[in-house]
């Protein structure tokens, strides 16, 4: 339990350092950290209780980062790209591309794919994870939106009516 | 109106939308901000095509004594700037709903576009904390962070400089990686008890391209085929160049005898 925290605070570290080279505004970067520790945290818990394989980690993680974006960009009124950015990079395989260019100095060509796919995988997983997420608070948007409107409509004739 | 007048509205729009482009919004933002700009003042009808490397604006003023006008912005070099995005993403929205004029608005995006959020000592020092970080979560020790840290920072002072000049991106990133390895070589030869692959991982991660990635994803899901696929191979190509960048220094300490 305690390497999970650890984890975590490690990636909020990190993600609080990117918000720096991405001039992240000052205000954000305590959230952004948040939103990148969470999602790493989560990631480690899956993996270390062999929950589940790491692409569907990294999914789950990617989805986390997605929905807390677009909480946090609702709550603080700002683009939820600001959050998404910085929330994202912890999950993204750099660590796998290193792998494959080793295998690859070491002529090792089996490895060399292998750590390819997974580095291909993992990038997938990130963006569906993001994805399904987009595609899930977009459609409830327009749906919220549209029973407000229908119930303000009815409201109003309701009100003609009497 | 007259058609001096819609110019300025449209060069107003393309300034606007470079900024957001140049620093890296998706394509749906720039799109939307460009139009709503435009509509803000008294544009009937806007077209908008944009990619990564270039803005394509038509407006229409909407009555038959003007003529339409067309513009194309080329763009070059593209950094992550999120405070200037979400600056010209709220002017946008304030632009629309008060009264500015053309010339007021052109003077607050040039303001904009100028700003410095972070000095760069900052974001070298941003740079070694990301190294250090990542380096511990991918099972480095405490010497190793230390390592990493100036690994990170030294790299990121290359990196900063090296952008000063307009040098292709490729090559940036091999090098900025290349001098990252070399150092966590060097350093991990002389220090005992420490192995250079968490400190390589972790001042990797400074310039993995995550921006890319993200917003090729969010291209792709609204809509803008182009610009996904164009952002998907800039991710690519970057992964390679950064991947190029250390293989090649292993490869090299591996040859002279160095043993890892």
């Not at chain 1, 295998?103 to 993992?122: E, G, H, P, Q």
């Not at chain 2, 933002?29 to 944009?50: H, L, N, W, Y």
């Not at chain 2, 307009?166 to 091999?174: L, Q």
């Not at chain 2, 150092?183 to 192995?195: D, E, M, Y």
């Amino acid at each position: 339990m305690s390497e999970i925290i650890i984890q975590t605070l490690l990636a909020a570290g990190g993600t609080m350092g990117f918000c720096v080279l991405f001039h992240v505004p000052i205000r954000h970067i305590p959230v952004c950290g948040i939103i990148g520790g969470c999602a790493w945290g989560l990631y480690q818990l899956i993996i270390l209780n062999n929950a589940s394989s790491p692409v569907m980690a990294t999914f789950m993680a990617a989805a986390l980062v997605g929905l807390l974006s677009d909480l946090a960009s609702r709550i603080i009124k700002e683009a939820a790209t600001i959050f998404i950015i910085p929330g994202i990079l912890p999950l993204v395989p750099g660590a796998y591309i290193f792998y494959a260019m080793q295998a690859l100095v070491r002529n090792d060509m089996m490895d060399t794919s292998t750590y390819l796919t997974d580095t291909i995988k993992l990038a997938a997983a990130i963006a569906l994870g993001l994805l399904a997420v987009g595609a899930v608070t977009k459609s409830l948007r327009e749906i919220t939106k549209k029973t407000a409107d229908a119930v303000l409509e009815s409201v109003e004739t309701f009100k003609d009516n009497k | 109106m007259d058609s001096n007048y819609n110019k300025k509205v449209l060069m107003l729009a393309v300034y606007a939308g470079e900024i957001m482009m140049k620093n890296g919004a998706e394509i749906y933002r720039v799109e939307d901000t460009i139009v709503r700009m435009c509509s803000a003042c008294g544009i009937k009808s806007t077209e908008v095509f944009s990619t990564p490397t270039g803005i394509f604006i038509s407006i229409d003023p909407g009555d038959d004594s003007q003529e339409a006008q067309t513009y194309i912005k080329r763009m070059r070099g593209l950094t992550t700037d999120m405070g200037k995005i979400s600056l010209v993403n709220n002017f946008s929205r304030r632009f629309t709903s008060d009264d500015t004029s053309v010339e007021e608005a052109m003077a607050i995006l040039r303001k904009i576009d100028g700003k410095r959020t972070y000095h760069t000592q900052i974001r070298i020092m941003a740079a070694a904390l990301v190294a250090m970080c990542f380096c511990v979560i991918f099972g480095g020790g405490f010497p190793d962070a230390l390592i990493a840290c100036v690994a990170g920072g030294a790299s990121y002072t290359i990196s900063a400089y090296l952008s000063k000049y307009e040098i292709n991106y490729f090559i940036h990133g091999f090098l900025c990686c290349a001098a990252a390895s070399i150092i966590a070589l060097l350093l991990c030869g002389v220090v005992p008890n420490t192995s250079y692959q968490p400190i390589i991982i972790g001042t990797l991660m400074i310039y993995v391209p995550g921006v890319a990635i993200t917003n090729s994803i969010r291209d792709f899901l609204s809509g803008d085929m182009l610009s996904g696929l164009a952002r998907m191979a800039d991710a690519v190509i970057t992964a390679a160049s950064l991947a190029a960048g250390a293989g090649i220094v292993i490869q090299i300490w591996t040859m002279t005898g160095g043993g890892i």
